[in-house]
């Protein structure tokens, strides 16, 4: 077991998990445990994403070595199977002394309640997006392995006592509800940002060039497309205008293809590390993430990054409901706009883009409306009295 201790010292512990400690896409967990103020949180998960987020400052367990023994892969195996609770996993994780199990992201919630039951804690699960709005008939048709029975073990989860659920945003609570689990179990509280990282900075909007910045994975439900055909159509009113896009996934080539035929000036520059991103917020004249609802019923929560441009005084375009109807004041700090409709989204961006004294409005309301409602220190603070109420529960 690998262990790394910080100094912090704090009365209550929660054990925070998710299955890999931690892809890029949950820079977020780590923020959110580090802004811990009441309670001290132990990230524990299976395996370590060794080119993932940094997790120093961090205490972490990881529960699986990296050369298992036969014993330890027969155990992980039946894990995957049965959804058991090996004694392997939880008698490590008692002499944390914990009060509390968080889990982050449905699946992760359901495979690791076992550990939690075992060791006594009340759960709580994140749901953060796909892992609620994806429709339960496509886990039967489409999931491997045991995530066929996703749905039906989710449910069964919030039959426990001892379970509760958190969406980030009340479009996911929504889509919970939806989902078969029971309203009143299901407390919606935002993640938020840390907005003395993230703070206005560089050339004022109005003064920057036309560049408009995506941030997202490079998947279907994340709208990129929509984007870049909308960035065509200010290509004869605005010809220096250019996307950044930072991101990767399974779309990337044809989206690149579909930029290069459209003749858009956009600049693919991968994954990148939260320094870099915020580097490039302070470049850019608008930000947006134009998602979408997939095939499969996918769709965003309330994404991070949406509240991280528009803390960076950044003008943002988002059409989720989520984003758009929760994530950002329509008209005061960026625009809302409906979901694949590449004319509206053009329409707009040439606005923000063409207009210097809008975006430089846009960009003074933005900070405040997200330091009052979405500062991640205001945010844990709320969520650390949610785990309070669950231990008097």
Same mark, same amino acid.
């Given at each position: 077991m690998i262990q790394q201790t910080s100094e912090v010292e704090t009365n209550k512990e929660v054990l925070v998990f998710s299955h890999e400690l931690l892809p890029l896409s949950q820079?977020?967990?780590?923020?959110?445990?580090?802004?811990?103020?009441?309670?001290? $949180?132990?990230? %524990?998960?299976?395996?370590?994403?060794?080119?993932?987020? #940094? =997790?120093?400052?961090?205490?972490?367990? *990881?529960?699986?070595r990296d050369k298992p023994s036969l014993l330890e892969r027969v155990v992980d195996k039946a894990r995957r199977v049965t959804f058991g609770a090996p004694h392997l996993y939880a008698q490590g994780l008692r002499k944390e002394r914990a009060a509390l199990f968080h889990a982050h992201f449905g699946p992760a919630g359901t495979q690791s309640w076992p550990i939690a039951k075992e060791l006594g804690l009340p759960m709580l699960v994140t749901l953060h997006g796909f892992d609620i709005t994806v429709r339960p008939?496509?886990?039967?048709?489409?999931?491997? $392995?045991?995530?066929?029975?996703? #749905?039906?073990?989710?449910?069964? =989860? @919030?039959?426990?006592?001892?379970?509760?659920? %958190?969406?980030?945003?009340?479009? *996911?609570?929504?889509?919970?509800?939806?989902? $078969?689990? #029971? @309203?009143?179990? *299901?407390?919606?509280?935002? *993640?938020?940002?840390d907005c003395r990282a993230f703070a206005p900075s560089g050339l004022p909007v109005g003064a920057r060039r036309p560049r408009v910045l995506y941030v997202g994975r490079l998947v279907e439900k994340k709208g990129l497309e929509f984007l870049i055909r909308a960035m065509a159509k200010l290509r004869r009113d605005i010809p220096a205008a250019e996307l950044i896009v930072i991101g990767d996934g399974d779309r990337r080539q044809a989206l690149e293809a579909l930029a290069e035929s459209l003749n858009v000036n956009a600049n693919f520059l991968g994954a990148c590390a939260h320094d870099e991103v915020r580097a490039q917020m302070y470049l850019a004249r608008a930000f947006c993430l134009p998602s979408i609802i997939a095939d499969n019923g996918d769709e965003e929560g309330l994404p991070i990054v949406v509240l991280e441009a528009q803390a960076c005084g950044v003008p943002t375009l988002a059409s989720s409901r989520s984003a758009g109807s929760e994530g950002l004041v329509d008209g005061v700090t960026g625009f809302a706009f409906a979901e694949r409709d590449v004319d509206d989204l053009a329409e707009k961006l040439f606005r923000i883009l063409r207009d210097d004294a809008l975006a430089d409005s846009f960009s003074r309301a933005a900070p405040i409306f997200i330091a009052r409602n979405f500062d991640i220190l205001l945010c844990t603070q709320r969520l650390e009295q949610l785990y309070d109420e669950r231990l008097s529960a």
């Amino acid at each position: 077991m690998i262990q790394q201790t910080s100094e912090v010292e704090t009365n209550k512990e929660v054990l925070v998990f998710s299955h890999e400690l931690l892809p890029l896409s949950q820079t977020f967990v780590r923020e959110q445990v580090l802004s811990y103020q009441r309670w001290h $949180g132990t990230l %524990i998960g299976y395996s370590r994403d060794k080119a993932g987020v #940094p =997790l120093e400052g961090l205490d972490f367990r *990881i529960l699986q070595r990296d050369k298992p023994s036969l014993l330890e892969r027969v155990v992980d195996k039946a894990r995957r199977v049965t959804f058991g609770a090996p004694h392997l996993y939880a008698q490590g994780l008692r002499k944390e002394r914990a009060a509390l199990f968080h889990a982050h992201f449905g699946p992760a919630g359901t495979q690791s309640w076992p550990i939690a039951k075992e060791l006594g804690l009340p759960m709580l699960v994140t749901l953060h997006g796909f892992d609620i709005t994806v429709r339960p008939e496509w886990w039967q048709t489409h999931g491997t $392995g045991n995530m066929r029975t996703y #749905p039906e073990r989710l449910r069964e =989860l @919030a039959r426990e006592k001892n379970v509760h659920f %958190i969406a980030v945003s009340e479009g *996911i609570r929504r889509s919970a509800v939806e989902f $078969g689990l #029971p @309203a009143d179990k *299901i407390s919606v509280r935002y *993640i938020g940002v840390d907005c003395r990282a993230f703070a206005p900075s560089g050339l004022p909007v109005g003064a920057r060039r036309p560049r408009v910045l995506y941030v997202g994975r490079l998947v279907e439900k994340k709208g990129l497309e929509f984007l870049i055909r909308a960035m065509a159509k200010l290509r004869r009113d605005i010809p220096a205008a250019e996307l950044i896009v930072i991101g990767d996934g399974d779309r990337r080539q044809a989206l690149e293809a579909l930029a290069e035929s459209l003749n858009v000036n956009a600049n693919f520059l991968g994954a990148c590390a939260h320094d870099e991103v915020r580097a490039q917020m302070y470049l850019a004249r608008a930000f947006c993430l134009p998602s979408i609802i997939a095939d499969n019923g996918d769709e965003e929560g309330l994404p991070i990054v949406v509240l991280e441009a528009q803390a960076c005084g950044v003008p943002t375009l988002a059409s989720s409901r989520s984003a758009g109807s929760e994530g950002l004041v329509d008209g005061v700090t960026g625009f809302a706009f409906a979901e694949r409709d590449v004319d509206d989204l053009a329409e707009k961006l040439f606005r923000i883009l063409r207009d210097d004294a809008l975006a430089d409005s846009f960009s003074r309301a933005a900070p405040i409306f997200i330091a009052r409602n979405f500062d991640i220190l205001l945010c844990t603070q709320r969520l650390e009295q949610l785990y309070d109420e669950r231990l008097s529960a």
